[in-house]
């Protein structure tokens, strides 16, 4: 969690309280054979905020202390009667730990949540290192720790060992957002799926997103079609390459295994690490357990529901992120194809080949876009090719430069105005084809085949999904958005690869607690039913003062807390708490020269990209000729101990040195001067070679062939090299021979 709002967390509380029903812990209050046990975790980064010189609980840690209250007294009351007693508050402990501050919460039906209250003056902050935090602490202080115990106590290893593999391999971690909303059933299929199959490491389900508003309608249909279709096959054909943190189970042992989660912690020291493991953190882990040989698979009917970006900005700012992090990543795996396809049997080269073709599409993608357009422009206006083409790529190379000259904020609202024209122009597309195809009356023409093949295969794969078939209504939106979505948004996200923000949430102002206060006294207050047992909030903090968050210093060292002092095992949990945050988690140090070597490292990967992708726009042998002339400049500069980028002239009269007059007439004249001197090989001409072939010594060809000739002069070369070794070694055997004339175990050669 970070920063959510009332409603995200209430969802999110909801459906662990839902799961904690649906699973009791204890036998007694079960009525199904309980087969799995469920324990909560919820990791709140950036919990804590400053007042007068002392750390106090922030509004949203506030909000979701009253959010758990409130569910849980919903959920505690087994009678629906409305005049009854108000249900008692949640019991909480509240430890102080040496990364902030952690909350214990014994749910209605046995099973135990713990609320993780992260400092960011004392941990390190966002998602991946809160996610190193659960799987440090659930798979190795609660899972082996009771194993280290018991070797402690000399028990057998072997058999330690062996308990302690099958509990890994039985023991998941179901990864969720601070918004996701689901239902026990969706975790249960994502289980029996890593129950059925042992070399499955991590599960994902359908992936919903909720909310209102064009961007969301966009989204919906983006995400169907890329469950119905990406996903599926990469389910088929190989294995899914990302499995979203937002809904998914992976297997303890999976984590676990070699270069994995240990290699999770590593830190970014260089450009491409910070777009690949702080940008697309599920991705990359995703990657690490695709190359020690686990699968990963995705269940389509595993349902869950997650906020998505309602604005612009919001939306750009987050595949500003997953765009990029997504090439390196699949580059990343793309590189150790072969190794990888060794080691995971649901690789296969075929599989690598078509990754390779995917992501061949993903980078012509804006030159598709484009011709698109261009093709669009000749459709409708019935201008030259040549024209349309220019007045295409027009536009986004504007937006190109003014993306390097302009500020974030500023790139993002020219991207709406461009996207806005851009689906004018798509939908006069769309019409002017449905006229074309009425005024023809025949639906046989390139463009009327292209629009009704595509219509078809969206409309076949919706059938085979009845329940999702209404989105459908969003491809029209989908398909005028193609240009915003596949050309203005990869130069938005290759032009900013240098912002390693995470865009969405970045405010910390005060939350907003309006609403939570106004549902509140609506509910507790019950103003129809004046009830002597409803107790206003106020009442019921009196009541209960240990609701309250505690206060701590904001130096490091801090009194130990009654708990630690009665309970020793309290005490060794947070002896690791201090190893690991020392060893892996210690806030990062502001360090000025490499905090800019860092920013002038991604500017250099974002112009690498940047032209990379401007190249691909040339045929092969012209980028050839390009690289080898500016080869040669390179040498020339460094001769002269010149850097390339910056040995030019500058204009002379207000006119480049290219197209200066005289300049020009001097090198017509040293042209003259000094003409071009024709290639001295003389062109290849086939009826001079087939001449000669047919005459000695290739003729006659039973008996000198062009390959028996070939053949027979290697042989004869080789053979001669071998006589002469022989003629060399032969006197050297005989003064062996002379030196020794009583061995007899010399070997000739």
């Given at each position: 969690m970070w920063h959510e709002t009332y409603d995200e967390m209430m969802k999110i509380i909801i459906s662990m309280f839902r799961l904690d029903k649906y699973r009791p812990k204890t036998m007694e209050q079960s009525n199904v054979e309980n087969d799995v046990e469920f324990e909560f975790h919820i990791y709140f980064d950036d919990a804590f905020k400053n007042v007068?010189?002392?750390?106090?609980?922030?509004?949203?840690?506030?909000?979701?202390?009253?959010?758990?209250?409130?569910?849980?007294?919903?959920?505690?009351?087994?009678?629906?009667?409305?005049?009854?007693?108000?249900?008692?508050?949640?019991?909480?402990?509240?430890?102080?730990?040496?990364?902030?501050?952690?909350?214990?919460?014994?749910?209605?039906?046995?099973?135990?949540?713990?609320?993780?209250l992260k400092d960011k003056t004392l941990i390190r902050h966002k998602k991946r290192w809160s996610q190193i935090m659960y799987m440090y602490y659930i798979l190795g202080w609660r899972l082996n720790r009771q194993y280290f115990k018991e070797f402690e106590e000399s028990k057998e290893l072997d058999t330690l060992k062996k308990r302690l593999k099958k509990e890994s391999e039985n023991t998941y971690v179901l990864a969720l957002?601070?918004?996701?909303?689901?239902?026990?059933?969706?975790?249960?299929?994502?289980?029996?799926?890593?129950?059925?199959?042992?070399?499955?490491?991590?599960?994902?389900?359908?992936?919903?997103?909720t909310g209102t508003g064009p961007m969301v309608w966009y989204q919906k249909f983006e995400y169907a079609v890329g469950h119905w279709l990406q996903k599926t096959a990469e389910h088929v054909f190989g294995c899914v390459l990302c499995s979203p943190g937002c809904f998914s189970l992976f297997r303890g042992a999976a984590l676990m295994d070699d270069n994995v989660m240990k290699r999770y912690t590593t830190k970014a020291t260089e450009a491409s690490?910070?777009?690949?493991?702080?940008?697309?953190?599920?991705?990359?882990?995703?990657?690490?357990?695709?190359?020690?040989?686990?699968?990963?698979?995705?269940?389509?009917?595993?349902?869950?529901?997650?906020?998505?970006?309602?604005?612009?900005?919001?939306?750009?700012?987050?595949?500003?992120?997953?765009?990029?992090?997504t090439m390196a990543n699949t580059i990343d795996l793309l590189g150790s194809g072969e190794l990888t396809s060794q080691k995971n049997s649901s690789i296969s080269k075929p599989y690598i080949l078509y990754q390779i073709i995917s992501m061949a599409a993903s980078i012509l993608g804006p030159a598709t876009v484009c011709l698109m357009i261009s093709g669009s422009f000749v459709f409708i206006f019935k201008m030259d090719k040549n024209v349309a083409l220019v007045l295409a790529i027009a536009p986004p190379t504007i937006y190109l430069i003014l993306c390097f000259k302009l500020k974030s904020d500023t790139q993002i609202t020219v991207a709406a105005i461009m996207s806005t024209l851009y689906a004018f122009i798509m939908a006069g597309t769309i019409l002017s084809i449905i006229g074309d195809l009425v005024r023809q009356q025949t639906f046989l023409t390139p463009s009327g085949l292209f629009i009704i093949s595509m219509v078809a295969l969206y409309i076949i794969t919706a059938a085979l999904h009845?329940?999702?078939?209404?989105?459908?209504?969003?491809?029209?939106?989908?398909?005028?958005?193609?240009?915003?979505?596949?050309?203005?948004?990869?130069?938005?996200?290759?032009?900013?690869?240098?912002?390693?923000s995470w865009g969405t949430r970045e405010s910390g102002g005060q939350a907003k607690t309006t609403a939570v206060d106004t549902i509140k006294k609506k509910i507790m207050n019950a103003t129809c039913c004046k009830c002597p047992c409803l107790k206003t909030e106020e009442q019921s903090e009196e009541i209960i003062p240990a609701e309250t968050i505690p206060q701590r210093e904001t130096?490091?060292?801090?009194?130990?807390?009654?708990?630690?002092?009665?309970?020793?095992?309290?005490?060794?949990?947070?002896?690791?708490?201090?190893?690991?945050?020392?060893?892996?988690?210690?806030?990062?140090?502001?360090?000025k020269e490499q905090q800019e070597k860092i920013a002038n490292d991604l500017k250099e990967l974002r112009n690498r990209a940047v032209i990379e992708t401007i190249t691909q726009s040339r045929v092969p042998s012209t980028r050839q000729a390009y690289a080898l002339r500016w080869g040669l400049f390179v040498d020339w500069c460094s001769s002269r101990g010149e850097d390339p980028q910056?040995?030019?002239?500058?204009?002379?009269?207000?006119?480049?040195?290219?197209?200066?007059?005289?300049i020009v007439r001097f090198l017509r004249g040293a042209r003259r001067v000094n003409p071009p001197r024709p290639h001295p090989i003389p062109s290849w001409d086939l009826s001079v070679a087939l001449q000669g072939l047919r005459e000695a010594p290739f003729e006659p060809l039973a008996i000198y062939t062009v390959i028996h000739f070939v053949a027979y002069s290697d042989t004869e070369f080789k053979s001669y090299r071998k006589k002469s070794r022989r003629v060399v070694q032969t006197p050297h055997s005989n003064h062996q021979q002379e030196t020794q004339p009583d061995s007899h175990h010399q070997t000739m050669p």
């Open positions: 007068d010189n002392r750390r106090h609980a922030n509004e949203y840690a506030e909000i979701l202390v009253d959010v758990i209250k409130e569910v849980y007294i919903i959920f505690s009351e087994e009678d629906p009667c409305m005049f009854k007693p108000k249900a008692a508050p949640p019991p909480q402990k509240i430890i102080n730990t040496p990364y902030g501050g952690r909350l214990e919460y014994t749910l209605p039906k046995g099973n135990l949540m713990m609320v993780h957002d601070g918004d996701t909303d689901f239902q026990p059933a969706a975790v249960m299929l994502l289980i029996d799926r890593l129950k059925l199959y042992p070399e499955v490491g991590a599960a994902c389900g359908r992936i919903h997103p690490h910070h777009v690949q493991y702080d940008q697309g953190e599920d991705r990359w882990l995703c990657t690490l357990m695709l190359q020690q040989g686990w699968r990963v698979e995705y269940n389509a009917a595993s349902d869950a529901y997650t906020n998505a970006p309602q604005d612009f900005k919001e939306f750009y700012n987050q595949r500003r992120r997953w765009g990029p992090s009845p329940q999702e078939f209404s989105l459908v209504v969003y491809g029209l939106l989908y398909f005028i958005c193609i240009p915003s979505g596949y050309l203005l948004l990869i130069i938005y996200s290759i032009v900013n690869m240098n912002n390693v130096t490091p060292q801090r009194e130990t807390t009654p708990q630690r002092e009665t309970t020793p095992q309290r005490y060794d949990e947070m002896d690791f708490w201090e190893e690991l945050r020392k060893k892996y988690l210690e806030p990062l140090k502001e360090n910056r040995s030019y002239h500058d204009a002379v009269d207000g006119t480049s040195l290219g197209k200066h007059q005289l």
